[in-house]
Each structure stands twice: as structure tokens, then as C-alpha cells.
């Protein structure tokens, strides 16, 4: 079972840059998330879909957009990369946001340099 | 003060030993609680619910004290292996059921 894939796996970027990681679930969850994970911070919410066609700000939404292409993908986008922005980034799905004792399922995270 | 907080460790312990992890949260909304496993540089994987009555698995006991608003982990017959993060990890189902993080133990286990 793949579970939450995520691509690409590593990306340097130039400082104004864009790109988009993309993230695809194979569990038939309702609720997909973006999460950045920097040193001395833990885990952030940046962006969730509770359901396809829906999307919601996180804790650190600035300089991303995303996207709920269908029930399976969700996408994050940088339009302009920022050093700000170097982090690792996982994409996370769930059955069902705020159903009770619902874990969160994790990509395996992309590793992104913004030089 | 953070909503979710965790002695950030190290925690150094020979293999044999048991060792236990602390974890406080703030806000009386949280509902549903777990802990997740993360090894150096890979994703957060969970490693178990954490239920009301306390629940077992294995090696591995976790408790939840609502009153005091605290959770712990046990790790018994502790292994090379357990060697991770380990993440505090509450649901507010009060804010359409986001986790929130806490910061991790670092459990470091030694021949």
C-alpha cells in the first residue's frame, strides 16, 4: 500500500522561484493537510482540505497556496520562494477531520532549500 | 506557553531500561490524544491512541489524565530500535479536529 505520497523528495530552489509539491493519498480520506517541520519549531499546519472542494488556513499560511484537485491530491504551492521557506514539508491525510481518535497519516516529506 | 509541551530530552538509557515521557497540554477542548514516533530525517508515524482508560500495547503503556491535563508514554524493556522522537500529539475538535504538536522527546537508547 503506498499510503501518502509525496513528490519531489528533494528541490533547491533560487529566492523567487516557484514551484508546487504534490501530495496523493490512496486511502479514500476525506481530509488532506500540509504541514512544514523546521528545527526548534515542531510540526506546523500550514494549509487543510476537510473535504475535496474545501480549503482552510493553518497556523503559517503566508506565502503558500494549495489546491484539492479531487478527492486523492492535494497540492501546495510557493509562487515566489522565500530562505524563509527551507524546511521539510509533509502532506498528511485523515478519514475525517474532527472525527474522534482519527490519526493522521504522514508522507514520507519533501526537503526543499531555497538559496 | 505552548500548547502542547514536551521535555525535549535526551533521554539517554541503556537497553533494558524503562523510561517514560511527559506530556501537558493547555486547553481543555482537546479530545482525542496520540503519540507518534519520528526517526531521524523520516515522517511522523503513530504509534498509538491514547484512550481514557490507558491502553497497552506491547512494550509500550500510555496514559491520559484529563483532571490535569496530562499525558505519558512507558517504554519497558527498552530496545536499540526505540531509539526516535517521540511526539505528544493532541486533537481539538473544537478547531474542526486540528492536531497540534508538541515539540518531541528525544529517546536515545544505548547497548
Known amino acids: 500500500n503506498a499510503g501518502v505520497t509525496q513528490t519531489p523528495k528533494f528541490q533547491v530552489l533560487k529566492t523567487g522561484q516557484s514551484m508546487t509539491l504534490q501530495c496523493a493519498q490512496d486511502?479514500?480520506?476525506?481530509?488532506m493537510y500540509w504541514y512544514r517541520q523546521d528545527p526548534g519549531m515542531g510540526l506546523r499546519l500550514i494549509y487543510y482540505?476537510?473535504?475535496?472542494?474545501?480549503?482552510d488556513k493553518g497556523e503559517v499560511p503566508n506565502g503558500y497556496n494549495v489546491s484539492r484537485l479531487n478527492k486523492r491530491e492535494f497540492s501546495l504551492r510557493l509562487e515566489s520562494a522565500a530562505p524563509s521557506q527551507t524546511s521539510v514539508y509533509f502532506c498528511?491525510?485523515?478519514?475525517?477531520?474532527?472525527?474522534?481518535?482519527?490519526?493522521?497519516?504522514f508522507g514520507d516529506g519533501t526537503r526543499l532549500s531555497i538559496l | 506557553r505552548k500548547e502542547v509541551e514536551q521535555d525535549p530530552g535526551p533521554f539517554n538509557v541503556p537497553e533494558g531500561a524503562t523510561v517514560a515521557f511527559n506530556c501537558t497540554y493547555s486547553?481543555?477542548?482537546?479530545?482525542?490524544f496520540f503519540w507518534y514516533r519520528q526517526d531521524c530525517r523520516k515522517e511522523p508515524k503513530l504509534l498509538m491512541s491514547?484512550?481514557?482508560s490507558g491502553n497497552e500495547d506491547g512494550r509500550f503503556t500510555a496514559q491520559l489524565n484529563r483532571a490535569s491535563q496530562y499525558i505519558s508514554l512507558l517504554i519497558r524493556d527498552s530496545k536499540l530500535s526505540d531509539s526516535a522522537t517521540y511526539l505528544c500529539?493532541?486533537?481539538?475538535?473544537?478547531?474542526?479536529?486540528?492536531?497540534?504538536f508538541g515539540q518531541g522527546t528525544e529517546l536515545s537508547v544505548k547497548p
Open positions: 491514547v484512550y481514557s
Open positions: 498528511a491525510s485523515s478519514i475525517r477531520q474532527g472525527a474522534t481518535n482519527q490519526p493522521q497519516h
Open positions: 486511502m479514500n480520506h476525506n481530509s
Open positions: 500529539v493532541v486533537n481539538r475538535l473544537d478547531q474542526g479536529g486540528k492536531l497540534i
Open positions: 482540505s476537510a473535504s475535496e472542494g474545501t480549503t
Open positions: 486547553n481543555s477542548a482537546s479530545q482525542s
